[in-house]
């Protein structure tokens, strides 16, 4: 299984907006609506910040939004702050039953 | 709270064993799939293991599929990971997460494994 394509880098300024895409196949982000996005500062361990393509775990700003169309599936964040820099990895289930991640996006906040 | 701890990480030679722990609390152990998850250095998550609620539902990733057992005791509120003929591409922080649905929800806060020929 082929890790889901991500863009090696993104940056903005605070108070704008970016997006991070996550490209995957059939055999996984285009066949299921389990797309979920995680959060990694350096040194600690991923964060949950949406799952099922656009659903937020409570406790998580309502900048951050995720969609998805076809084999495609995005992280947008709002007002961008500087906190927000970090990796981002998206993640997929599989058509046989497994689970993929994205190959990480470092945003930086400029 | 929500409290995932991983414990049995450890340098060991190529071929080695070695039996990973994860110690829950702050939630019904029993009523949650689970997951192993390791990150090389440098490099993003790879999704190794999960194992249903009853443990009646096992899968592995192929990259480890013969090598490692995944295993719980609900009673005891713990999560295993048996691995056995390490590589030296296994060597990474391994984490334990608590699943909902398709999701990873809850993470420990890992533990490193260093394989070394």
């Known amino acids: 299984q082929s890790a889901l394509t991500q863009p090696a880098s993104v940056s903005g300024s605070p108070g704008q907006a970016i997006t991070i895409s996550c490209t995957g196949t059939s055999s996984d982000v285009d066949n299921y609506n389990y797309v979920s996005w995680y959060q990694q500062h350096p040194g600690k361990a991923p964060k949950l910040m949406i799952y099922?393509?656009?659903n937020r775990p409570s406790g998580i700003s309502d900048r951050f939004s995720g969609s998805k169309s076809g084999n495609t599936a995005s992280l947008t964040i709002s007002g961008l702050q500087p906190e927000d820099e970090a990796d981002y990895y998206c993640?997929?289930?599989?058509?046989?039953?497994?689970?993929?991640f994205g190959t990480g996006t470092k945003l930086t906040v400029l | 709270q929500v409290q995932l701890v991983e414990s049995g990480g450890d340098v060991v030679k190529s071929g080695g064993s070695l039996r990973l722990s994860c110690a829950v609390s702050g939630f019904t152990f029993g009523d949650y799939f689970m997951s192993w998850i390791r990150q090389a250095p440098g490099r993003g998550p790879e999704w190794i293991s999960y194992?249903?609620?009853?443990?009646?539902?096992?899968y592995y990733a192929d990259s480890v599929k013969g090598r490692f057992t995944v295993s719980r005791d609900n009673a005891k509120s713990s999560l295993f990971l048996q691995m056995n003929n390490l590589r030296a591409e296994d060597t990474a922080v391994y984490y334990c997460?608590?699943?909902?649905?398709?999701?990873?929800?809850?993470w420990g806060q890992g533990t490193p494994v260093t394989v070394s020929s």
């Open positions: 993640s997929s289930s599989t058509i046989t039953n497994t689970f993929v």
């Open positions: 194992i249903s609620s009853s443990s009646g539902t096992i």
């Open positions: 099922d393509v656009s």
């Open positions: 997460a608590r699943m909902r649905g398709d999701s990873f929800f809850w």
